[in-house]
């Protein structure tokens, strides 16, 4: 209780200190950001903090004679406001639509930007939509333009959709598996399982939890799972992911054509803190397994990491 207590006083002192270091952000910055990012946004002067809230009109649809108001929140947004430590801090949040979803994680990691969640946010019957989560410092003109290349994806992904005709059909793998385990295990260098024709192989990470171990069999898990054939198959799994190796492995991830489909938690106050990422990909079982392979010795590469 007295940790507690020392901790709120602690919070509380530094508070006022925080917000007299912390700058407003100028008007010629509002401005510029409203140019770069294309819309018109809002200052907060109590918390130094501007903000653009950009509406998708797509996200509305319910059906085809009926729409929701952008005002239940189907919009992306980005905040931006003047730091301590660097000139600006970006926080924000896009709004996608299954088919945008790879391309602008690609596109946001290009830009610099770092990528803290993924998840499904669809509330009703209509489009599938998906929140992916952003965060990054630099200069508000730097972060303003990545945020701009994430919206320019978009457009261009639906651009593209529209000249052609979606294609909904699923993935055309053999409904029997036979996958053979010999060659992945050589590249992932794991020992996997095949039950049924599909194959499995996973491995732990170890964490602490309130004081207490959690290894792999309490789901500190990375893990993969090939079905159909060795020349055509489908995967998916999930990553264990540290808070420094979790842009890495998303790039590379993406380099390799795999599809990032949540990054989440599973647990809370961890130490280390672990995120998780699921993805899927299809492909050859070799090449599936070659793209995890080499997503794991990007995660562990330290010297991968942005300056």
């Given at each position: 209780?007295?940790?507690?207590?020392?901790?709120?006083?602690i919070?509380?002192?530094?508070?006022?200190f925080?917000?007299?270091?912390?700058?407003?952000?100028?008007?010629?910055?509002?401005?510029?950001?409203?140019?770069?990012?294309?819309?018109?946004?809002?200052?907060?002067p109590?918390?130094?903090v501007?903000?653009?809230?950009?509406?998708?009109?797509?996200?509305?649809?319910?059906?085809?004679?009926?729409?929701?108001?952008?005002?239940?929140?189907?919009?992306s947004?980005?905040?931006?406001?003047?730091?301590?430590?660097?000139?600006?801090?970006?926080?924000?949040?896009?709004?996608?639509?299954?088919?945008?979803?790879?391309?602008?994680?690609?596109?946001?990691?290009?830009?610099?930007?770092?990528?803290?969640?993924?998840?499904?946010?669809?509330?009703?019957?209509?489009?599938?939509?998906?929140?992916?989560?952003l965060?990054?410092t630099?200069?508000?003109?730097?972060?303003?333009?990545?945020?701009?290349?994430?919206?320019?994806?978009?457009?261009?992904?639906?651009?593209?959709?529209?000249?052609?005709?979606?294609?909904?059909?699923?993935?055309?793998?053999?409904?029997?598996?036979?996958?053979?385990?010999?060659a992945?295990?050589?590249?992932?260098?794991?020992?996997?399982?095949?039950?049924?024709?599909?194959?499995?192989?996973?491995?732990?990470?170890?964490?602490?939890?309130?004081?207490?171990?959690?290894?792999?069999?309490?789901?500190?898990?990375?893990?993969?799972?090939?079905?159909?054939?060795?020349?055509?198959?489908?995967?998916?799994?999930?990553?264990?992911?540290?808070?420094?190796?979790?842009?890495?492995?998303?790039?590379?991830?993406r380099?390799?054509?795999?599809?990032?489909?949540?990054?989440?938690?599973?647990?809370?106050g961890?130490?280390?803190?672990?995120?998780?990422?699921?993805?899927?990909?299809?492909?050859?079982?070799?090449?599936?397994?070659?793209?995890?392979?080499?997503?794991?010795?990007?995660?562990?590469?330290?010297?991968?990491?942005?300056?």
């Amino acid at each position: 209780m007295r940790g507690i207590l020392a901790n709120l006083q602690i919070a509380i002192l530094m508070a006022p200190f925080s917000a007299v270091l912390t700058a407003q952000v100028p008007q010629h910055v509002r401005a510029s950001i409203d140019r770069i990012v294309g819309g018109q946004g809002a200052y907060i002067p109590d918390s130094k903090v501007y903000k653009v809230v950009l509406p998708r009109s797509e996200a509305t649809i319910v059906y085809d004679y009926q729409t929701f108001s952008t005002n239940l929140g189907l919009n992306s947004w980005v905040a931006l406001k003047s730091g301590i430590h660097n000139e600006a801090i970006l926080v924000g949040q896009l709004l996608l639509l299954d088919d945008e979803v790879d391309l602008v994680l690609s596109a946001a990691l290009e830009a610099r930007l770092d990528v803290t969640g993924l998840a499904p946010s669809s509330v009703f019957e209509g489009p599938h939509l998906h929140t992916l989560d952003l965060t990054a410092t630099g200069t508000f003109q730097d972060l303003a333009a990545g945020f701009r290349k994430c919206l320019d994806e978009i457009q261009q992904v639906r651009r593209a959709r529209a000249l052609r005709t979606p294609n909904t059909t699923a993935p055309d793998v053999p409904f029997e598996s036979s996958i053979d385990p010999a060659a992945l295990d050589s590249v992932l260098s794991m020992k996997g399982v095949v039950i049924g024709g599909a194959y499995r192989a996973s491995v732990g990470a170890n964490t602490l939890l309130r004081g207490e171990d959690l290894g792999g069999e309490m789901g500190m898990t990375t893990w993969v799972s090939v079905a159909g054939t060795n020349d055509h198959a489908i995967a998916h799994g999930e990553f264990v992911a540290g808070t420094d190796d979790l842009q890495r492995l998303l790039k590379a991830l993406r380099v390799k054509g795999i599809s990032v489909t949540s990054i989440r938690n599973h647990t809370l106050g961890e130490e280390p803190q672990f995120v998780f990422v699921h993805f899927r990909g299809e492909g050859t079982a070799l090449d599936l397994a070659r793209a995890v392979r080499y997503a794991l010795d990007a995660q562990a590469d330290e010297s991968q990491s942005s300056p």
